[in-house]
T-cell receptor, first 116, second 107 residues
Framework: GAVVSQHPSWVICKSGTSVKIECRSLDFQATTMFWYRQFPKQSLMLMATSNEGSKATYEQGVEKDKFLINHASLTLSTLTVTSAHPEDSSFYIC????????????FGQGTRLTVV | GENVEQHPSTLSVQEGDSAVIKCTYSDSASNYFPWYKQELGKRPQLIIDIRSNVGEKKDQRIAVTLNKTAKHFSLHITETQPEDSAVYFCAAGQFYFGTGTSLTVIP
C-alpha cells in the first residue's frame, strides 16, 4: 500500500511556543490530506482537510488561527500548532488517499504532542 | 455531511469467542466502507473493506456485512485471539470515521 510519513513522532514543547508537524506522501501524490486529533482510546476527530494549493477546510469548532495548515506541494502538508497550551497536548495524525473518497485512507504514524 | 455511529464503544470477549461491532451511516450516497484496526500508539491500518455493490465480504477470521437499505454495516471477528485486542474504527468513505470500539480479548 501507499506510505504516509509523519514527523516528528513525538515532541515536547513549552507553553506559548509553536510546533510544526509534517505529513508526507512518499510514493504517491496527494491533492488532499486530512488532519485528525485523537485522545486516548477515543475517536479520530477530523480537524481539517488540507488541499494542495488552496486554503484548508476546517471543521466546526477548530480554530484556524491556532492550527495552521499549509499544503504547498502534492506530497507535503504541515500542521503548525501556534502558541501551544497544555490543553493542546494530544495525538495528532494525518491521512491521505490515492484516489477519490472511495478508497482506503493511509495514515501517518502520528505525533504525540506534550505541552508543558 | 456524513455521520457515522459505532457501537459498542468497548467490548470484552473471551479468547475464542466472536466479536461483533456495528456501524450506521447517514449519507445514502456513500459507497465505500472500510474498517481499521489501531493498536496503542500506532497508526490505524485497514483490515477489511466493502463496497456498496456487495453484501458481505470475508477474509479468514474477519467478515463485514453491509445493509444499504438500512444504512448499517458490521464487523465480525471469529475465534478471537489476544492479539486482536485494539481499537477498531469503521468509516464511510475516506475520512468519516465512527467513534471507535476498544476490543479486549481475555486469554
Amino acid at each position: 500500500g501507499a506510505v504516509v510519513s509523519q514527523h516528528p513522532s513525538w515532541v515536547i514543547c513549552k507553553s506559548g511556543t509553536s510546533v510544526k508537524i509534517e505529513c508526507r506522501s512518499l510514493d504517491f501524490q496527494a491533492t488532499t490530506m486530512f488532519w485528525y486529533r485523537q485522545f486516548p482510546k477515543q475517536s479520530l476527530m477530523l480537524m481539517a482537510t488540507s488541499n494542495e494549493g488552496s486554503k484548508a477546510t476546517y471543521e466546526q469548532g477548530v480554530e484556524k488561527d491556532k492550527f495552521l495548515i499549509n499544503h504547498a506541494s502534492l506530497t507535503l502538508s504541515t500542521l503548525t500548532v501556534t502558541s501551544a497550551h497544555p490543553e493542546d497536548s494530544s495525538f495528532y495524525i494525518c491521512s491521505a488517499g490515492q484516489g477519490a473518497g472511495g478508497t482506503e485512507a493511509f495514515f501517518g504514524q502520528g505525533t504525540r504532542l506534550t505541552v508543558v | 455531511g456524513e455521520n457515522v455511529e459505532q457501537h459498542p464503544s468497548t467490548l470484552s470477549v473471551q479468547e475464542g469467542d466472536s466479536a461483533v461491532i456495528k456501524c450506521t451511516y447517514s449519507d445514502s450516497a456513500s459507497n465505500y466502507f472500510p474498517w481499521y484496526k489501531q493498536e496503542l500508539g500506532k497508526r490505524p491500518q485497514l483490515i477489511i473493506d466493502i463496497r456498496s455493490n456487495v453484501g458481505e465480504k470475508k477474509d479468514q477470521r474477519i467478515a463485514v456485512t453491509l445493509n444499504k437499505t438500512a444504512k448499517h454495516f458490521s464487523l465480525h471477528i471469529t475465534e478471537t485471539q489476544p492479539e486482536d485486542s485494539a481499537v477498531y474504527f469503521c468509516a464511510a468513505g475516506q475520512f468519516y470515521f465512527g467513534t471507535g470500539t476498544s476490543l479486549t480479548v481475555i486469554p
